[in-house]
């Protein structure tokens, strides 16, 4: 489908236009000069009336000190004339067959930003964002993506101050290395107690044998010299005693009572020692709870990053008006940059494809006060166009060579001025007129 292009436009009595007559470029940029209040910005007003309709209208349409209405001409490349007219600017569109018709026809191929572009210009960069969406037929699919990533985002933002504030407790607790790390119980301590206790009253009960032997071994060989007839029995009786004696010294030699006082100490100072192993256990849990959070960060992070990459993903297959044009924070983006951060001329170029796409039939944008860019800069915007086949018609204040055309005093220089309208017939276009 090829697209429409203006051929030649041609205006009389329009705000500051007195008449000017244009045939642009067809691919490519014709530049408009003059000095400022000539009349150049009218000629692009008078356009975007002329196709976009009464909406479109100057609210001062009629030229300063003329009685004459408003007449305009646009040529277009599909054969159309598109004329308005007449005390009411009577619009009148008729097609190569000589068919007539109105504002609908025309609404078919003209883009409303192709003929307002400052209108996507001053727009912000979200909005700029959501008409590159729109057009390109995923802006349903990424906003929820990026609602997702929003959420995700906010979670993840929670979990990671909860994940700072565990770890900044556990790290402000204090932690004592060398206690056990469960609570001890007293009655362990106590049972240890008792059962070293039992076993010293064992001991002293061996001992208190020891005593007993020796005193009957005493008494007995005092009465050895009186009682001779029953030294054979006592001697038997002596040597087994001796033996047990001998045996009892030798499971008493080696004993050695154990001291109780640590562990009465240690009941004593059990709760401080159970106060210390809670304070670890919870400088303990806290560690745990910031990596538990610290792995739910890691989780989400893992997630954030896969919803942005399916978001570029979206965007590098849909079918951009650009290569490298792209949406990146909910704003638009060229080349990686923001709007604000583009040059004049990517961002006249960016607008111009967008507004492209948004109606392919309509192949040109008009654009006001291109002062801003520099020669080289024009040249290369030119060159883009006229290699995208599209066609843009713009103003700059200059007389310069890069303006095709010159503004003076609502006069296009070089053009003859238009013969005085015949009153009988006021407001009917004249041919001949240029």
């Known amino acids: 489908m090829e697209s429409i292009k203006i051929i030649q436009f041609e205006a009389e009595n329009v705000k500051r236009i007195r008449a000017v007559k244009i045939e642009p470029t067809i691919n490519g940029l014709t530049v408009i000069g003059g ?3 000539q009349g150049k910005s009218s000629v692009l007003d008078a356009i975007a009336w002329a196709l976009g309709g009464n909406s479109f209208r100057p609210s001062e349409a009629v030229r300063e000190g003329s009685s004459i209405p408003p007449t305009m001409q646009i040529k277009l490349s599909n054969g159309l004339i598109v004329e308005r007219k007449g005390k009411n600017s009577d619009l009148t569109v008729t097609d190569p067959t000589g068919k007539k018709s109105g504002q609908q026809l025309l609404n078919d191929f003209v883009e409303e930003l192709a003929i307002n572009l400052p209108k996507f210009m001053q727009a912000s960069g979200k909005e700029k964002a959501q008409t590159l969406l729109r057009i390109i037929g995923v802006e349903k699919e990424l906003s929820e993506l990026e609602r997702t990533e929003t959420e995700i985002y906010n979670n993840r933002r929670v979990i990671g101050q909860i994940a700072d504030q565990k770890r900044k407790y556990a790290k402000e607790q204090k ?21 070293i206790l039992s076993k010293n009253g064992e001991n002293q009960r061996k001992r208190q044998n020891v005593e007993t032997l020796r005193t009957q071994e005493a008494s007995i060989s005092a009465k050895i010299a009186d009682l001779q007839r029953q030294m054979d029995a006592l001697n038997a ?29 240690n ?25 538990n959070y610290e792995n739910q960060y890691n989780a989400l992070t893992a997630k954030l990053d896969a919803v942005r990459e399916k978001k570029v993903g979206l965007l590098q297959n849909a079918q951009l008006p650009l ?22 001329s990517a961002q006249l170029r960016v607008a111009t494809a967008i507004a492209h796409k948004l109606n392919p039939k309509c192949g040109f944008v008009l654009l006001d006060r291109l002062e801003a860019m520099d020669i080289d800069t024009l040249q290369e915007f030119g060159g883009w166009l006229e290699a995208e086949g599209l066609q843009a018609i713009a103003t700059r204040v200059s007389t310069g060579s890069e303006c095709q055309i010159i503004i003076e005093d609502g006069y296009a220089v070089g053009q003859p001025e238009p013969k005085e309208p015949d009153p009988t017939t006021t407001g009917t276009w004249k041919k001949g007129v240029f």
């Not at 008493?252 to 562990?263: I, M, P, S, V, Y």
């Not at 020692?273 to 990596?291: G, S």
């Not at 290569?323 to 004049?344: A, H, R």
């Open 35 to 37: 000095r400022n209040e």
């Open 175 to 195: 932690y004592f290395p060398h206690v056990p790390k469960e609570p001890v119980s007293a009655s362990d301590l106590i049972k240890a107690q008792q059962d």
């Open 237 to 265: 009786k002596h040597n087994e005693i001796l033996g047990d004696l001998e045996t009892a010294k030798k499971s008493a030699q080696d004993l050695k009572d154990e001291n109780t006082l640590e562990l009465e100490e």
């Open 267 to 291: 009941i004593q100072e059990i709760e401080a020692i159970n106060r210390k192993i809670r304070v670890n256990l919870d400088r303990d849990k806290a560690e745990d709870d910031a990596l």
């Open 323 to 344: 290569p490298e044009l792209s949406v990146s924070d909910g704003e638009l983006t060229y080349q990686g940059k923001k709007w604000d951060c583009m040059s004049g």
